[in-house]
């Protein structure tokens, strides 16, 4: 009788194993995640992520949302720690797209603004930017091309106007420029040239009229200014405000307006 009770008892709690293991956001007996999950945010509704997890490990597809319902986001899980990507606007359009190797960006990525028009392509290796940088113009037209190495731009960069021409051109070492910088006007005459050196003006700066002719002259030591000369018929107030670092194109901010949540846990 006891043997028979205790062979009941066995199928019973594999029973219930396997039955907690079918239903909805169950655990393991290891305590780790098994079969379909799907979570809301905090105190509402609305579905935060669903998918479908094999002792702890997240399989197949899983799908996210934003507070208010809309799809945010979707992973699919393929073999050796790759997963492949896609976020959205709310208004349903594609917003980013790329791999995952390890939790960490890898390859190619391209962003897109809320018209699924493309703004930017990132290169990464294990989660840094590595290669170069394209950021688009609304007309497709390429704005910026910034080298990345290890995570940090670092080589020649280029910007241009939405006709295509150049507008700045420099190098970067280590995020900041170092080296021969120019920029021009939108017909693609130079404007101002100069040198940096670690990010900041050495050297001889000059700065043109858009015919040509040289209009303000200026000599900078270690990025204080040692001597100026103006041209006749020239006034200093009537040129362009001064460039600043902060006034080149923050890439960074047009890359990476994509809601992303990460790996579930």
């Known amino acids: 009788m006891r ?7 066995v199928v019973l709690l594999a029973f219930q194993v396997h039955a907690q293991g079918d239903a909805p956001n169950a655990l393991d007996a290891d305590g780790k995640k098994h079969g379909e999950w799907e979570v809301n945010y905090p105190e509402s509704d ?31 899980t393929r073999e050796k720690g790759h997963s492949e990507a896609k976020f959205f606007h709310k208004n349903g359009t594609i917003m980013g797209e790329g791999m995952y190797q390890a939790e ?13 028009i493309l703004s930017s392509i990132e290169p990464y290796s294990h989660g840094k930017l590595e290669g170069l940088v394209k950021v688009y113009h609304l007309n497709g037209q390429l704005a910026a091309e910034t080298p990345y190495v290890d995570g940090l731009k670092n080589g020649p960069f280029k910007e ?22 120019k920029q021009y ?15 900041v003006k050495d050297g001889l700066w000059i700065e043109y009229d858009d015919d040509g002719r040289i209009m303000i ?3 900078f030591e270690d990025g ?13 107030e009537k040129l362009d405000v001064e ?5 080149v194109m923050p890439e960074e901010e047009l890359q990476r307006q994509f809601y992303e949540r990460g790996a579930p846990r």
């Open 243 to 247: 460039l600043k670092e902060e006034d």
């Open 3 to 9: 043997r028979i009770l205790l062979l009941f008892c």
């Open 104 to 116: 960490q960006k890898h390859g190619e990525w391209r962003f897109y603004d809320n018209q699924a």
């Open 217 to 219: 002259q200026q000599l």
């Open 160 to 181: 241009y106007t939405t006709s295509g021409k150049i507008l700045r051109e420099g190098t970067y070492r280590d995020n900041t420029y170092d080296g021969d910088f």
């Open 46 to 76: 609305f579905v935060r992520y669903r998918g479908q997890f094999e002792h702890g490990k997240p399989v197949g597809t899983f799908f996210y949302y934003y507070e208010t319902g809309e799809k945010s986001s979707q992973v699919e």
């Open 224 to 236: 204080e200014m040692t001597k100026e000369q103006i041209e006749e018929g020239y006034k200093k």
């Open 185 to 199: 006007y939108d017909d693609g005459s130079i404007y101002r040239e100069g040198k940096y050196v670690a990010a």
